[in-house]
């Protein structure tokens, strides 16, 4: 599976960035997708996932109410829709894909329960 992110770029705060991450190699419409960030210096962390049919969805508290994240399955894509953009909101954004249980309904949102990483996007927001 391999996992291309884009999307990403230089706005000023309050701007808005569209990120996109695109799945070839095996097909993921029946498992959760997630986007994750890392900043320089720190740890990184989760932001926001979906799952197989986009019926549940659930954010980071730092990015509820600012980002939407949605899913084409017919073009193998997820995207995150950034909003009101801050600096804090500067990273290198990674979607990543885990191939668990078909068709589950639980969102994830530890690292360590997505088995693919795409490989980030840079993400830089000025004040």
């Known amino acids: 599976v391999q996992l291309q992110a884009s999307g990403g770029g230089s706005v000023q705060a309050g701007g808005s960035l569209r990120l996109s991450c695109a799945a070839s190699?095996?097909?993921?419409?029946?498992?959760?997708m997630g986007w994750f960030r890392q900043a320089p210096g720190k740890e990184r962390e989760f932001v926001s996932a979906?799952?197989?049919?986009?019926?549940?969805?659930y954010y980071a508290d730092s990015v509820k109410g600012r980002f939407t994240i949605s899913r084409d399955n017919a073009k193998s894509t997820v995207y995150l829709q950034m909003n009101s953009l801050k600096p804090e909101d500067t990273a290198v954004y990674y979607c990543?894909?885990?191939?668990?249980?078909?068709?589950?309904?639980?969102?994830?949102?530890?690292?360590?329960?997505?088995?693919?990483w795409g490989q980030g996007t840079q993400v830089t927001v000025s004040s």
């Open positions: 979906i799952t197989w049919n986009g019926g549940s969805r």
């Open positions: 190699g095996r097909t993921l419409s029946s498992y959760g």
């Open positions: 990543a894909a885990e191939v668990g249980p078909v068709h589950t309904m639980v969102v994830l949102t530890t690292l360590s329960e997505y088995d693919y």
